[in-house]
Antibody, heavy 117, light 106 residues
Framework: QVQLQESGPGLVKPSETLSLACAVSGGSISSYYWNWIRQPPGKGLEWIGF???????SYNPSLESRVTISVDTSKNQFSLKLSSVTAADTAVYYCARAEWLSEFDSWGQGALVTVSS | SYVLTQPPSVSVAPGETARITCGGD??????VHWYQQRPGQVPMLVIY???DRPSGIPERFSGSNSGNTATLTVSRVEAGDEADYYC?????????FGGGTKLTVL
C-alpha cells in the first residue's frame, strides 16, 4: 500500500515562496502522475497541478504563473513551489497519486500552510 | 475552462436516499470520480469512472453519468455518511473539481 507524506514549513511570509515535498513510500514513483491539491479553510478542493515520473507537468491555469512541481526519482519524492504567496494561499496542501487522467487513489494526510507576516 | 456545478447542500433523513448532482457541459462524455470528505479528514474515493466502487465502499454508494449531469446516489443513508462530497473530471490534461456538496443527515 503506497503512502504519501507531505513536509515543509507551516508558516510562510507574504511575497515569499511556499515549498513542500511529498515523500512516496511503499511503492515506486514510476508510472504514475503525482499531484498537488489544496483546500483553503472551510472551502472546497482546488487542483494545483501534477508531475509525471519523467518530469512532464500540467498546472491549473489560474496558478500556472506561480507554480513549479518537480520530481526526484532518486529520493522517491516530488515537490511543490508556489511563489509570491498571499493570505489567499493559506490552505491545507495535499499530495495525491493518480494514473493518467484517472482518479486519485492515494492521498497524503495534508499539510496546513499559513501565509502571514 | 470547464466548470462543474454541485448544489451546496443536500439533506435527507436516515434510511432515505440522497442524490448529489454534478453538472457540466456534456459531462456524460467524460469520466466522473467522486470523493467523500468527512470533517477534518482526507478526501476518500467513493466512486470512480462514473459508477465503479473501490473495495471497501458499501454498495449503498452508486453513480451514474449522462448528458449534462452526473449523480452520486447514497441509498439507505446513515449518520456516518454525513460529509462533503466532491465530483472530479479531467478536461484534457487539466483537472476540475466541483464546488462540493454538504450532505446532512437529519
Amino acid at each position: 500500500q503506497v503512502q504519501l507524506q507531505e513536509s515543509g514549513p507551516g508558516l510562510v511570509k507574504p511575497s515569499e515562496t511556499l515549498s513542500l515535498a511529498c515523500a512516496v513510500s511503499g511503492g515506486s514513483i514510476s508510472s504514475y502522475y503525482w499531484n498537488w491539491i489544496r483546500q483553503p479553510p472551510g472551502k472546497g478542493l482546488e487542483w494545483i497541478g501534477f508531475v509525471s515520473h519523467s518530469g512532464d507537468t500540467s498546472y491549473n491555469p489560474s496558478l500556472e504563473s506561480r507554480v513549479t512541481i518537480s520530481v526526484d526519482t532518486s529520493k522517491n519524492q516530488f515537490s511543490l513551489k508556489l511563489s509570491s504567496v498571499t493570505a489567499a494561499d493559506t490552505a491545507v496542501y495535499y499530495c495525491a497519486r493518480a494514473e493518467w487522467l484517472s482518479e486519485f487513489d492515494s492521498w497524503g494526510q495534508g499539510a496546513l500552510v499559513t501565509v502571514s507576516s | 475552462s470547464y466548470v462543474l456545478t454541485q448544489p451546496p447542500s443536500v439533506s435527507v433523513a436516515p434510511g432515505e436516499t440522497a442524490r448529489i448532482t454534478c453538472g457540466g457541459d456534456n459531462i456524460g462524455s467524460k469520466s466522473v470520480h467522486w470523493y467523500q470528505q468527512r470533517p477534518g479528514q482526507v478526501p476518500m474515493l467513493v466512486i470512480y469512472y462514473d459508477d465503479d466502487r473501490p473495495s471497501g465502499i458499501p454498495e449503498r454508494f452508486s453513480g451514474s453519468n449522462s448528458g449534462n449531469t452526473a449523480t452520486l446516489t447514497v441509498s439507505r443513508v446513515e449518520a456516518g455518511d454525513e460529509a462533503d462530497y466532491y465530483c472530479q473530471v479531467w478536461d484534457n490534461s487539466d483537472l476540475v473539481f466541483g464546488g462540493g456538496t454538504k450532505l446532512t443527515v437529519l
